[in-house]
């Protein structure tokens, strides 16, 4: 996730490579994890990825649509879709909430800085503020797991 996140603050680019490496380990890790569920664990993480990158895509050209012009790259989408392998069900929108306030926050107090005025039209590298916010959420689930 650091790699992501590094990546797409740099060059407003999440790499295919390391969101498909992400989406791929958190299908292991769901089998891994669960090792008596058979396959319920890692299709169950299919599910949830698939359910994450396509509610990601309908964003994506619902914003198309009305904006006529891009708001979500494809590479936020791959990114959902490895979130969904890797969170439960009810981490999902809770990670991509602190993402989504983590980002409007950063990118408020960096026009400020600036002195420049906020603009709809604004960019945002989503992906950096996704990627450790699907960290971020692994680890709660994770520790909600244990206890």
Known sequence: MLGVASAD???????????????ALGVI??????????????????????????????????????????GLGLGDVKLAGAAGAWLSLPMLPIAIEIAALAALAAYVVRQRKRSRLLRAAGRVPFGAFFAPAIWLGWVMDTIQQTL
């Open 9 to 23: 603050a740099r060059r407003y680019v999440v790499p295919d490579a390391l969101s498909g490496g992400a989406f």
């Open 29 to 70: 890790h769901a089998a891994a994890a669960n090792p008596d569920s058979g396959l319920e664990a890692p299709l169950m993480a299919l599910a949830r990825a698939a359910f994450a990158a396509g509610l990601f895509l309908l964003v994506r050209i619902a914003y198309r649509r009305f904006r006529r012009r891009d």
